[in-house]
């Protein structure tokens, strides 16, 4: 009879389910802006927290502790927070909304919508830190990709499931080729990550080049240079997981990422933080060392048959061998396209600048005459700027030698196969014609 009482008293009351749960809470014991450290929690890396109370309260996630002190780092702006402010775990941000329902949409580092269009509904999950593939899983690239863009279809040939780095300076038109490319790719999906750039960027590269149809098979992540480095490499995270899922769907999807270097600055403010000793150029370890295991997550996979192919851009001011960004970007690519200043300054568009720039599947992909055509066309190109001052200067006389005559002959011919309108779009076919009908004999 009683028993009948409380349950129906309960039921009418609305917390039948009410189970007693601890609540965990720590306290800020040091925060200089970015790094902060609480007593009294016992958290996985990786948890979200809210720090402060009311209107001071801000994010931060947890990168590690040190003598029973949790750190953690701002993922807001700055706060006015106060010695000894509660700090509580919200959850973990382990892993990334992916899937059909993020086409067209534009997400930031935590994967909240900020493009007006409401929140993301019916999304998968994909851990941000990707799912562990075996090598062997692994397919080899052998399809080539069309990405509308005649001097790399035709002289850089791009693969389907390789990873490309686009190494330029500022201001030599890396947002412009990105933008054909994202326009024109023949993929199934491309996931655009737009991370450290200005924010007046991110909304420019939305408005000019990712809109119409473009847009519509689109994704993207964009983490502005003002947000936290934490969100920086969440978002680049978050950009390859969603790559990630479409490719375990089958689908050939496009991850364009810029820039990777600013990724590894993200790497470097944290790992500074943390109190990593720097080495080169200021990098700790820890942030050049992310940069491969970012890089190795996309490729082809032979079980779904689908593929990521990758583009990166990589900023390489001067002529800096020595910059630890690219010379690892380098070396684990499997090719890159280096941009001119000198170009781009004779307005030579996109500034391909072809000596340095290589493909390193391209003779998988390409037929024989395309092959051979693309390597007739290099040695003329060499062969003109080995001897361009003899040339400007007058001091050669036409006829002394041949190979040098045709290079001159060829050279506008050359110059006017890698110039493209930015509007301009030259499918893989119509490149591979054009080379081999131009050079093709040699
Ligand atoms: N295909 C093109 N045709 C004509 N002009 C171009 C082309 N590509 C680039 N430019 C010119 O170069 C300028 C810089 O290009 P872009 O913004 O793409 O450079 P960026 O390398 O992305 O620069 P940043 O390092 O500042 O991001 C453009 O504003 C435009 O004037
Ligand atoms: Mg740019």
């Known amino acids: 009879m009683l028993n ?20 965990v809470s720590g306290r800020l014991s040091s925060y200089d802006g970015l790094l902060m450290e609480a007593v009294g929690l016992s958290l996985p890396v990786g948890t979200v927290c809210t720090v402060g109370d009311g209107a001071t309260r801000i994010e931060a996630e947890v990168i590690g502790f040190r003598a029973g002190r949790t750190l953690m780092m701002n993922l807001g702006g700055p706060a006015a927070l106060l010695p000894n402010a509660p700090v509580r775990p919200i959850g973990s941000p382990g892993e990334a ?87 024109a790719a023949q993929a199934d999906v491309v996931v655009v990550g737009l991370i450290g750039e200005r924010s007046r960027e991110v909304a420019d590269f ?22 936290s480095p934490v969100l920086r490499i969440r978002g680049a995270l978050r950009a390859t997981a969603i790559a990630e899922a479409f490719r375990a769907e089958g689908k050939q999807v496009l991850l364009i990422m810029d820039s990777l270097t600013r990724v590894a600055h993200a ?43 990758a583009i990166y851009t990589v900023l390489a001011d001067g002529d800096d061998g020595n910059d630890p960004v690219v010379d690892s970007a380098r070396s684990i690519l499997d090719g890159h396209i280096v941009l001119s200043r000198a170009l781009a300054e004779r307005g030579v568009y996109p500034a391909i600048d072809l000596g340095p720039s290589v493909s390193r599947v391209m003779t998988d992909i390409a037929t024989k005459d395309h092959l051979y055509a693309a390597r007739v066309l290099r040695r003329h190109l060499a062969t003109y700027e080995e001897n361009r001052d003899l040339v400007l200067m007058g001091a050669y006389r036409p006829g002394a030698d041949p190979e040098i005559d045709a290079a001159i002959a060829c050279h506008p011919a050359v110059m ?24 093709g004999d040699g």
């Open 4 to 23: 009948t009482f409380t349950d129906d008293y309960l039921d009418g009351l609305g917390c039948r389910d009410f189970a007693p749960r601890a609540k």
């Open 97 to 183: 909304e992916v899937g059909a329902a993020l086409l067209g949409r534009v997400v930031d580092g935590a994967g909240k919508p900020i493009d007006g269009l409401g929140p993301v509904r019916g999304a998968g999950k994909w851990p941000l830190a990707g799912k562990l593939q075996s090598p062997l899983d692994r397919g080899r690239v052998l399809q080539p990709l069309d990405v509308g863009v005649r001097a790399i279809n035709g002289l850089l040939t791009i693969g389907q499931g390789q990873r490309v780095g686009i190494m330029a300076g500022s201001g030599v038109g890396k947002s412009v080729l990105l933008g054909m490319i994202v326009r």
């Open 206 to 227: 939305l408005e000019t080049k990712v809109f119409g149809a473009a847009r519509a098979r689109a994704v993207v992540v964009a983490v502005p240079a003002n947000h």
């Open 267 to 309: 790497g470097r403010e944290i790992g500074l933080a943390l109190g990593e000793p720097a080495s080169a150029r200021g990098y700790p370890p820890s942030a050049i060392a992310m940069l491969p295991s970012l890089i190795e997550r996309a490729g082809t996979c032979v079980s779904s048959g689908g593929s990521i192919t």
């Open 416 to 439: 006017e196969y890698v110039r493209q309108g930015a509007d301009e779009i030259v499918t893989l076919p119509d490149a591979v014609a054009e080379l081999t009908g131009v050079f």
